[in-house]
């Protein structure tokens, strides 16, 4: 919509918000079923890079729609017409060429006219194609590590078992190629786990916290005998959450006893109400502390770059998780000096 002048403005708030809102969005006329351009906003001029003048008065069709596509258009325009607004992704023409949009039919009665509409698009190139890249690195290299760590872990194991006894040196070397191998296949792991949990469109359910947790700790004890593993459970604790909750959890006592160089690391989990619409997870150690770094960029206040990252995919995992439930991931300091993280979640 073109410029207008403050006292305008004030008096037309609707066209005032059209014009500053950054989706593109067209005013049209259907004439003969034909939707007809009245008006534009700037960000339909930014994004399209058609200029107001030139449209106006034009089919919309004409312009933006790829004649391949235009039998998706008319219908798009029909359901306008009968008065259904109308929501779907499409690819329209722009000036540098095609690209993807979610696409809002919304019509709207005129005394004048019978049937006018809003056509809004909201450029989702760049978010397709990058979600798209990721799914095939996502996928490639989850494969890709999976099958080699298991050669990997395989002929390491042969190996080991072909060394005669004494040759320490050689021994330690294998050894410190199986541990690789095996963090690469946890990554691999939780790597799918994590895409399981970006790419769920169902809602959490709700789970009893207190069972899960406590299944967690009988595991890991069996896991890592020499750690002291102490567990604080109510009898009961229902919060938002569903199967990867375990997954997340798992993950943060992994991590505690993984990264403790203590001969007999410590390691206490508490399930706790902490609020009247709130429940935690704590997984305590007396580990040395994440670094600061690793920590900020979890949080969001630090770019993840080459210098600064995280050492594993554990914490994330935890960490949207807890957020897919509509919770948090949290840091605070152990009473032992290491690290309390803290799983945070909506009470069932």
């Not at 190996?159 to 294998?174: F, H, M, N, V």
């Amino acid at each position: 919509m073109e410029p207008r002048e403050p006292d305008a403005v004030a008096h037309d708030p609707y066209e005032h918000l059209i014009e500053h809102v950054q989706d593109a969005v067209v005013k049209f006329e259907l004439v003969d079923g034909e939707p007809i351009v009245r008006d534009v906003n700037r960000a339909f001029a930014d994004i399209f890079g058609y200029a107001t003048a030139a449209i106006c008065g034009d089919s919309l069709n004409d312009w933006i729609v790829p004649e391949w596509l235009l039998d998706e258009a008319e219908r798009l325009d029909e359901q306008t017409g009968t008065g259904e607004v109308n929501y779907q992704r499409v690819k329209r023409e722009t000036e540098t060429g095609l690209r993807e949009f979610l696409y809002r039919g919304i019509p709207y009665a005129r005394d004048d006219r019978p049937i006018d509409g809003f056509a809004v698009y909201t450029d989702i190139t760049d978010l397709v194609r990058q979600q798209h890249r990721l799914q095939v690195l996502n996928r490639v290299l989850r494969h890709n590590l999976r099958n080699e760590a298991n050669v990997i872990l395989g002929h390491t194991a042969r190996l080991l078992d072909q060394l005669p006894e004494g040759s320490g040196q050689t021994t330690g070397a294998a050894a410190t190629i199986e541990r690789a191998a095996d963090n690469l296949a946890s990554l691999s792991r939780e790597a799918g786990e994590i895409d399981a949990v970006l790419s769920a469109t169902d809602d959490a359910n709700v789970v009893d916290s207190v069972p899960l947790v406590h299944r967690i700790v009988d595991d890991h004890r069996k896991r890592a005998p020499s750690a002291t593993i102490a567990a604080e459970l109510p009898d009961q604790l229902r919060v938002r959450g569903n199967g990867h909750l375990s997954s997340a959890v798992n993950s943060l006592v992994e991590n505690a006893i993984e990264h403790n160089p203590a001969p007999e690391p410590f390691v206490r989990v508490s399930v706790l109400r902490f609020d009247p619409g709130w429940a935690e997870i704590r997984v305590e150690d007396d580990a040395p502390k994440i670094p600061a770094d690793e920590r900020d960029i979890l949080t969001g206040d630090l770019e993840a770059t080459q210098t600064h990252h995280g050492s594993g995919l554990g914490l994330w995992l935890a960490k949207w998780v807890a957020e897919s439930y509509g919770g948090e991931l949290l840091f605070d300091e152990s009473d032992r000096g290491g690290n309390s993280v803290r799983i945070r979640l909506p009470k069932a």
